[in-house]
């Protein structure tokens, strides 16, 4: 977190996208780290405000839904 503290200004945004708690275990055959809403939030700290979040559905090139 101290690369984002030391790079948004005061007042800036931070958009960031991650696999959901229920989202696939791997991607592309590697481990990947899954969050909910408040858990990645809470990386960042108090000093960042949770102002919207939302879901989206990938669709792989293999046909599937992730």
């Known amino acids: 977190m101290r690369a984002v503290l030391g790079t948004v200004k005061p007042g800036g945004h931070v958009i960031v ?5 229920d989202g696939p275990e ?14 990645l939030h809470a990386q960042f ?3 960042f405000t949770l102002l919207q979040q939302e879901r989206e559905e990938h669709h792989t ?6």
């Open 26 to 39: 791997k991607c592309s055959g590697l481990p990947v780290m899954r969050y909910s809403a408040d858990a």
């Open 61 to 66: 090139p293999f046909g599937t839904v992730q």
């Open 17 to 21: 996208a991650t696999f959901a708690e």
């Open 45 to 47: 700290g108090a000093l």
